[in-house]
């Protein structure tokens, strides 16, 4: 078996301010291997989210570790940081944060030309390819202020994938979208990670898109369970608290390793 | 095209109102550092052409020779008392030798070799002082253009002839073809026919100052051989005080430079150049408080993108290097919109002075454009640094919260 491409050991986040001091995470311990889509579960306030900006190495754990493709991530510098951040994590957020100024194009080409100070002929044509595969060639050169938020959702999820990210962190990435765009942002991430074998962590209140995914890790009062309660899940009828979550028979058809040259049945090009 | 260069001018054009502000407001500080500088260098010019046009800007004159001193006995001490040696006429006996040394240097533009002194005038009962200056005929006009102040008669110095201003002719109540009787303090007596009037417009130099052949002051001061003095005028003004210097060091001679004859003259420049810095080191604070408040907003304005591109490993240099871009193109655009308005702002003046009549004293040649580009580039470039470094350090997680 592959070694896992992160690993989480004992991760702790305490916020502290003036007057408090607040622990959020307090020992998260988990596991994502490659290729995996797995959905993060969790109340409001459980500490997704921190979790999610410490895995992005957008914030440092008070104490704990966790690996990425073998580096210890907590050891590395600021600046280290963002170089691993650029090149293997992507981000996909509730609200889509495209820089309004630039077109989709120039959002989705940004990590690429922003890490190498200058625009290149292959990093446009990945973008165009990228922005093709998510069903926005036609306006591929619209400012993203023109976009409607399905296709802004998309092109987020397009600039997440620029350079070829092995994880990618997508935080309530429906949250913003109404069922229709919700599922089929969700279907294309489906359909991207098993293209390309990336692995996907989602925070997500979706209960029904947790569902789809491979596995689901839950997380209540700052670490990871095995049974949330009620109050982690709410009342909906689509799952009980008390029984596990099942997977949607035939929707994951299969898990690519990123190492891998699987293609789409229809003879899409390769993203990865 | 640099990407980070892309991203400034992208964000610049995105709020296109607020960068033409900008840019208009350094383009203000520099029109105005311009025309300061147009109008203090121009005035300053003015000043100095008035004081200098019309006299030499070197001088040689013979060296003062040092008193004897006794050798005092063995074991005794010596109190010594100086003062300047009168023993002997001073003069610059070896003209010639520094004649060859003049001929050399670069950047001479008129040379005149006189003898200088003093006598009396009388026409009828009237007697009065003055300065006689015996010129070479040829080198007339070759440091004050007598020949162009000539009101009456004309500029010609033959061996019995005279050129004296208009007061004193006044004074004399004399004309141009009339005789006058010359006393000179050697005691030596001549009558020269006055050859024309001049008037320079100094009133102590129209009333005292009578030009006279060369040759006919040797034979009036007693001087066969040497000369009293020699006058440079040069190409480059403010080059005197080296040419002096090397002049000094190669003749031996007394050289004095214009600025350190004309002390008064001097502290009035510098005051003038003084008042003229804190004005531009205000123009200068102008911009860089300008440009730093308003890329100081745009910095906030701009805080969750920030951190967006953050979030997807773009490295604090990046985002450093595209604020202070935006300030250096502030800069540079607002300081040539600036140096141009300076310099057609200062031209409409001058000209509008000259077409009234009453010439303002600015040149618009005069501007220091390449200073004002310059340093107004920095000063954005300096202001731009604050806000770029606070750009730079934003948390992503905070900003993309916002």
């Known amino acids: 078996m592959t070694a896992p491409l992160l690993e989480v050991d004992g991760l702790r986040k305490v916020f502290v301010d003036e007057e408090f001091e607040t622990p959020v995470l307090k020992g998260v311990t988990f596991a994502l291997q490659r290729g995996e889509m797995v959905a993060m579960l969790g109340p409001s306030g459980s500490g997704k989210s921190t979790l999610l900006s410490i895995l992005g190495t957008l914030m440092r754990p008070t104490s704990g570790s966790f690996r990425m493709l073998g580096r210890e991530l907590t050891a590395l510098r600021e600046a280290e940081l963002s170089d691993f951040r650029n090149q293997q994590i992507g981000f996909i957020f509730q609200y889509h944060h495209l820089l309004p100024d630039f077109s989709a194009l120039e959002n989705v080409l940004f990590p690429h030309a922003g890490r190498l100070w200058r625009e290149t002929r292959a990093g446009r044509e990945r973008a165009a390819m990228l922005l093709e595969r998510v069903g926005l060639a036609e306006r591929m050169h619209y400012r993203a202020t023109r976009l409607s938020g399905g296709q802004k959702q998309r092109v987020a999820i397009a600039r997440a994938l620029m350079n070829q990210p092995a994880l990618v962190l997508a935080d309530e990435p429906t949250g913003n979208l109404d069922r229709e765009n919700a599922d ?89 | 095209m640099r990407f980070d260069l892309k991203v400034a001018l992208r964000y610049l054009l ?270 200068l604070i102008t911009i860089v408080v300008g440009v730093a408040s308003a890329l100081l907003l745009t910095t906030f304005r701009r805080r969750p993108e920030i951190g967006i591109m953050r979030s997807f490993g773009i490295s604090q240099r990046f985002v450093l290097s595209v604020f202070m871009l935006q300030g250096a193109l502030i800069g540079i655009l607002g300081s040539l919109a600036g140096c141009f308005m300076g310099w057609g702002f200062s031209y409409l003046l001058a000209q509008a002075g000259k077409s009234s009549g009453r010439a303002l004293p600015v040149d618009p040649s005069l501007g220091q454009y390449d200073v004002a580009l310059l340093l107004a580039a920095a000063a954005s470039v300096a202001a731009a640094l604050w806000p770029a470094r606070s750009a730079s350090r934003i948390d992503p997680v905070e900003a993309i919260s916002q």
Request: aromatic share 4%; net charge neutral; charged share 25%.
């Open chain 1, 184 to 272: 089929q942002a969700f279907a294309l991430m489906t359909e991207i990670q098993r293209e390309t074998g990336t692995t996907f962590l989602l925070s997500t209140h979706d209960r029904e898109l947790a569902e789809r995914c491979e596995r689901r890790i839950y997380i209540q009062g700052g670490v990871v369970v095995d049974a949330p309660t009620s109050a982690a899940l709410g009342t909906s009828p689509a799952i009980s608290a008390r029984q596990p979550l099942r997977m949607v028979p035939g929707e994951v058809v299969a898990v690519v390793d990123r190492t891998s040259n699987t293609t789409r049945d229809d003879g899409d090009r390769r993203l990865a």
């Open chain 2, 14 to 283: 995105s709020n296109r109102l607020q960068s033409a502000l900008l840019i208009g407001g350094v383009a203000i500080a520099v029109t105005v550092f311009t025309f300061n500088a147009a109008l203090i260098n121009g005035l300053a010019e003015f000043q100095i052409d008035r004081v200098v046009g019309s006299s030499a800007h070197v001088v040689i004159e013979p060296a003062k020779p040092a008193p004897r001193i006794v050798t005092a006995p063995a074991g005794t001490e010596r109190l010594v008392v100086s003062q300047r040696a009168l023993e002997r006429r001073e003069q610059i006996k070896q003209w010639r030798s520094v004649e060859r040394i003049i001929d050399t240097l670069p950047g001479v533009t008129g040379v005149s070799y006189n003898i200088n002194g003093t006598g009396l005038v009388t026409r009828g009962q009237q007697t009065l002082p003055v300065t006689l200056k015996g010129v070479e005929p040829s080198r007339l006009a070759a440091i004050a253009p007598i020949d162009r102040n000539i009101v009456e008669g004309e500029p010609r110095l033959g061996l019995n002839d005279v050129l004296i201003g208009r007061k004193l002719a006044n004074d004399l109540g004399i004309k141009v073809g009339q005789p006058i009787f010359i006393t000179s303090n050697q005691g030596r007596e001549r009558t020269l026919t006055v050859r024309g009037l001049y008037a320079t417009g100094v009133d102590s130099l129209d009333a005292r100052l009578a030009y006279v052949n060369l040759d006919t002051a040797r034979v009036m001061f007693d001087l066969p051989e040497g000369l009293t003095e020699i006058e440079l005028k040069l190409a480059d003004i403010y080059a005197a005080r080296a040419v002096a210097k090397q002049l000094a060091d190669t003749t031996g001679l007394e050289v004095t430079a214009w600025m350190d004859k004309n002390q008064r003259l001097r502290e009035a420049l510098e005051g003038q150049g003084s008042s003229g810095s804190i004005i531009k080191m205000f123009t």
